[in-house]
């Protein structure tokens, strides 16, 4: 590990083979830009009825399932063993057998872990691993992930929905639905549900769409406590667009986004049996933390990759900045040009104030965890907890993108910039599925490279 880690090469695929790649890529991009200056999106999908374009983004999602699980990733870091041998083979650290009877709640994450619990009760006796159901688990979540970011995009009356969406979808952070085996995709794929529906609501509010929106944030808040950091734009909806009746708006939908961590809080208490750790210890307040522990950072002055000391910063260093950069460059390299063109549109996109900060609300906190929650492990290891909010953070800047006329998007440097973005982020996707080790990529793309 080194400061620049984002930055360099990282083996098996090297700079000369990943500008193979990038050229490849990049070429396939700028045939498929020259075909179709049509919208091709205005033309297929926008006539469709809202059943048939569910059943549509349905389908597409169900494909990227399938290339998800096919590019599944055979090693992971982080809390893997917890997940795996310690919650569903109920063996504590060095035991091989005699084990305890499998758990289902890890408190910080109760609802990621309560769905690898039930794919685990449905395809064990099929014969499946634990490390196979928690990878189906997250491809599952992939699925959501892919399927709000459709329902997302289509919202945005752009004239290059695809070519935004293609670059949107080949993040590199997009990886930790290659059934990578760790809790946060299902925040991550919950935090885009939440955001298509919170688009929707700016075109119609509703009483439903407070409630819904609300109540996916608190599932996705269930899921992985970072999720808590989008909770600002979700006052700022409620006091923009109140719905018919006021009080029971902010009522209900703050009811509803406590509901399922009340849910669980309850499970937890009545069934302790099945609950990893102790409830009150650092398992079982993440939420908490989530608001006290940074701050504890910032007063102690603590070094905030505790568990690397070698490489030890403090909050807000110059470090730290050089450590997110690199963690931006590996996970959502596209991240630095979007928001140059934010930057530059500013006076543009703000015409239409209430969409625009509300997307500016999601960036900037979403961010702000970047920064606020100290990854013990260094950004380099603890990336899933981070790729979260990195993906919010990409997808806010293109809300924001959204709001520009259309003349800009029609513009043939803003279209062949979309083919350099894709391709960018489709490299870095091959870059960093190889640096996880994907086995498709091991045993089948290194040969043809002939990589050593």
């Known amino acids: 590990m080194s400061w620049l880690w984002g930055f360099r090469d990282t083996a098996p695929l090297y700079l000369s083979r990943w500008l193979m790649v990038l050229g490849l890529v990049l070429a396939a991009a700028v045939v498929a830009t020259r075909m179709t200056r049509q919208d091709i999106w205005a033309k297929w999908i926008d006539p469709l009825s809202t059943r048939k374009r569910f059943l549509l983004f349905a389908a597409i999602a169900m494909l990227f399932a399938v290339f998800f699980w096919a590019m599944r990733l055979k090693i992971a870091w982080g809390d893997y063993a917890r997940y795996t041998d310690y919650m569903l083979r109920g063996l504590q650290p060095g035991q091989t057998s005699n084990p305890s009877p499998p758990t289902i709640l890890f408190m910080s994450s109760p609802l990621g872990t309560t769905l690898f619990y039930i794919v685990w009760r449905i395809l064990n006796p099929l014969g499946w691993q634990p490390e196979e159901t928690v990878a189906m688990a997250n491809v599952i979540a992939g699925a959501i992930f892919i399927f709000s970011l459709l329902t997302l995009v289509h919202q945005w009356k752009l004239t290059r929905r695809v070519a935004v969406f293609a670059v949107l979808v080949t993040l590199p952070a997009v990886t930790m639905f290659f059934g990578y085996i760790e809790v ?134 110059p470090y730290q900045f050089v450590d997110v950069a690199g963690f931006i460059a590996r996970m959502s390299p596209v991240l630095f040009v979007l928001a140059l063109v934010a930057l530059v549109k500013t006076s543009e996109f703000l015409k239409n104030s209430e969409v625009s900060w509300f997307w500016i609300l999601v960036a900037l906190f979403s961010a702000a965890f970047l920064f606020y929650w100290p990854p013990a492990f260094g950004l380099e290891h603890d990336w899933d907890l981070y790729a979260p909010s990195v993906i919010a953070v990409t997808i806010a800047i293109g809300g924001v993108t959204a709001n520009l006329p259309p003349p800009f998007w029609d513009r043939a440097d803003v279209r062949y910039s979309l083919a350099v973005l894709f391709s960018w982020n489709a490299a870095g996707m091959l870059e960093h599925a190889l640096y996880l080790q994907a086995w498709l990529f091991r045993e089948v793309i290194l040969k043809i490279f002939n990589v050593r």
């Not at 609501?201 to 406590?225: E, I, R």
């Not at 970072?226 to 708006?249: E, K, T, Y």
């Not at 208490?269 to 504890?296: E, I, K, M």
């Not at 102690?300 to 909050?315: M, S």
Request: glycine share 8%.
């Open 184 to 317: 946060t995709p299902l925040s991550a794929a919950l935090s885009v549900a939440y955001l298509a529906i919170a688009q929707s609501w700016f075109d119609n509010p509703t009483l439903a769409k407070s409630f819904g929106a609300s109540l996916v944030l608190g599932l996705a808040f269930t899921s992985h406590g970072w999720a808590g950091v989008l909770l600002p734009s979700l006052i700022f909806l409620l006091a923009m667009r109140p719905a018919s009746s006021r009080i029971l708006q902010w009522l209900g939908s703050f009811t509803l986004f406590a509901l399922p961590s009340f849910v669980f809080r309850i499970a937890a208490t009545l069934r302790p049996d099945w609950v990893y750790g102790p409830p009150g210890g650092d398992s079982g307040n993440f939420q908490f933390a989530l608001f006290t522990h940074g701050l504890s950072a910032v007063f102690r002055d603590e070094c905030l990759t505790a568990q690397f000391p070698n490489l030890c910063y403090r909050l807000l260093s």
